[in-house]
């Protein structure tokens, strides 16, 4: 079967660095994406990742090793208002999503 | 990227009623995809809502419990019939008129229907 497996929840200082792990197994693989999802709110994209290796933008990278079958998001210079929650998706061979269950990512003072 | 109106944004139901919940896009788009989130769990898509066909519904969802209505490339509604405490979940519209700078088919969610049937 397809599976997304995600920490539930990470507790992080704020000015610190953290990064949420995300193993996939998919039928096939066409991409991986991150998304932020504060509480109450819609979805939003964050990265996408299709070859190996990794992804800067700004405080946010993201890393993919398709032969290990894992990603991951590392969040730098923590801001309070990156308490959200952060969804892993693995896309198959059909094109298909398949979401892992969110880390719930929380920023302590 | 494309700007999701979704509404309502929360209601409370009573069991044995449906409630339909729309989805307006503020420019044409091809797909339409409805989603449920279910507290602690990953989304879930519904269905691909068409225009001009019947929607095509997911393993584990039809048409008879989630109607979906597609009369254009900007609108859908769906709607939750005979509703249970099972059905009280975030239902989520989706779009995928956008991409990445990669060339993936990045997705827009709209702020989501938080519906509880007592």
Excluded at chain 2, 8 to 22: A, E, F, K, N, V
Excluded at chain 2, 79 to 91: L, R, W
Aim: charged share 15%.
């Amino acid at each position: 079967g397809q599976n997304i497996d995600q920490p539930t929840e990470m507790t992080a200082t704020e000015g610190a660095i953290v990064q949420i792990n995300c193993t996939y197994q998919t039928s096939g693989f066409n991409g991986l994406f991150w998304y932020q999802q504060h509480a109450g709110e819609a979805p939003t994209f964050l990265s996408y990742n299709v070859l190996d290796g990794l992804e800067e933008k700004g405080r946010f990278s993201s890393f993919l090793s398709r032969s290990k079958g894992y990603s991951y998001l590392l969040l730098k210079e923590l801001q309070m208002k990156d308490s959200a929650s952060y969804l892993c998706a693995a896309r198959d061979s059909n094109y298909q999503l398949i979401w892992g269950a969110g880390t719930k990512l929380i920023i302590k003072p | 990227s494309a700007v999701i109106s979704q509404k309502p944004s929360r209601d409370i139901c009573q069991r044995g009623t449906s409630l339909t919940i729309q989805c307006q896009v503020d420019s044409q788009v091809t797909m339409m995809f409805w989603y449920r989130q279910q507290p602690g769990q990953s989304l879930t898509l519904i269905a691909t809502a068409n225009q001009g066909s019947e929607a095509t519904y997911e393993s584990g969802f039809v048409i008879d419990k989630f109607p979906i209505s597609r009369p254009n490339l900007t609108f859908s509604t769906l709607t939750v019939s005979n509703m249970s405490p099972e059905d009280s979940s975030i239902y989520l519209c989706s779009v995928s008129p956008g991409t990445s700078s990669s060339g993936a088919n990045v997705l827009t969610f709209g702020a989501g229907s938080r519906l509880t049937v007592l």
